[in-house]
């Protein structure tokens, strides 16, 4: 990967902003507050990070992720020199966002999804690396960039995350050559996957054991989903992230081929969330202008509820299972 014209613009700009997507994972925030310390370190700069959505609870530990600030508190006339997206898989999950993205001078596509269109100035794409943190540490290593400690705490915690732990297909043998010169920089892997796996709150685990009680099971168990209602994560008084790791549970059912998740966002509006074992989920996802990975995908549609099930259980048919 040729690096040199990202390190350039970074030299030049003067003011940077770096995006996460809506609904922020560990990847995208692990590579969000990753690349920050990273141009903070070798640069002395300091970026502003933009959040879709609330800081999930769960990685408040991120160094700098406190730093981040909801696109709300932002100045949406405001012209930066070089803006950033972060696994951004596709051009409508920047939202809001958008107007900043538009409005610069310069602006880069850093991910690794192979449903990503280029949508940049700049992209630098990897569908083979397990998450856009090991794209990062990739280019940060062929820009002989310092990696400080910080810095890889976060860049360990995008891998980490966006590999299940090191339980996914993506954990390669180039993701795990990452990862241990991480750990030579100074992470702790039992003190990370504490902080991502083992700090959940009580109502989080009850309300995820009320999701999957509710689940729904089709064509002969090969297929499992499960809807998540904003009255549910009242009732149950839990945050944007407490679906993390839900699709995966109903996945895991011997029987299940393919597993999603439909989560209201509005009664007119379903984010969708697909895992599966051999189905190309990606397919499904991309009918609805979403994307992301063969096993693993996302889209958003404009329905309540009932019909984003009925839409996406239409599709799933398509597949033969």
Not at 24 to 50: F, Q, R
Request: proline share 2%.
């Amino acid at each position: 990967m040729n690096c040199q014209q990202f390190d350039d613009i970074i030299k030049v700009s003067k003011n940077i902003l770096i995006i996460s997507h809506l609904n922020p994972d560990g990847d995208t925030l692990g590579s969000m507050c990753g690349l920050y310390s990273a141009i903070l370190d070798n640069y002395k700069k300091k970026a502003d990070m933009l959040l879709m959505s609330k800081l999930p609870e769960v990685y408040g530990f991120l160094p700098y992720s406190k730093l981040a600030k909801h696109i709300s508190e932002y100045d949406k006339s405001r012209e930066y020199d070089l803006v950033i997206n972060v696994d951004v898989a596709s051009y409508d999950r920047m939202f809001e966002s958008e107007i900043l993205f538009k409005k610069a001078k310069k602006t880069v596509n850093i991910d690794h999804h192979i449903t990503n269109t280029g949508y940049a100035d700049l992209n630098y794409i990897e569908p083979e690396a397990s998450s856009t943190g090991e794209v990062l540490h990739c280019m940060m290593k062929n820009l002989g960039w310092k990696i400080s400690e910080n810095t890889a705490i976060n860049l360990y915690t995008a891998i980490l995350t966006d590999t299940g732990a090191f339980r996914f297909n993506n954990t390669t043998k180039r993701a795990m050559e990452s990862v241990a010169e991480l750990i030579g920089i100074g992470v702790k892997p039992a003190e990370i996957y504490k902080y991502c796996y083992e700090s959940n709150t009580k109502e989080h685990i009850q309300f995820q054991a009320h999701c999957i009680s509710n689940a729904k099971f089709s064509d002969n168990n090969k297929v499992a989903y499960t809807v998540v209602y904003k009255k549910d994560m009242e009732k149950f008084n839990v945050g944007e992230d407490c679906t993390e790791g839900l699709t995966e549970k109903l996945r895991a059912i011997k029987s299940v081929e393919v597993a999603f998740l439909v989560k209201q966002l509005s009664p007119s509006s379903s984010k969708i969330s697909m895992r599966s074992e051999t189905a190309d989920v990606s397919k499904i996802c991309e009918v609805f202008g979403g994307g992301g990975h063969k096993l693993a995908a996302g889209c958003l549609i404009k329905s309540n509820v009932d019909t984003a099930v009925k839409k996406i259980l239409d599709e799933i048919v398509k597949l033969e299972l």
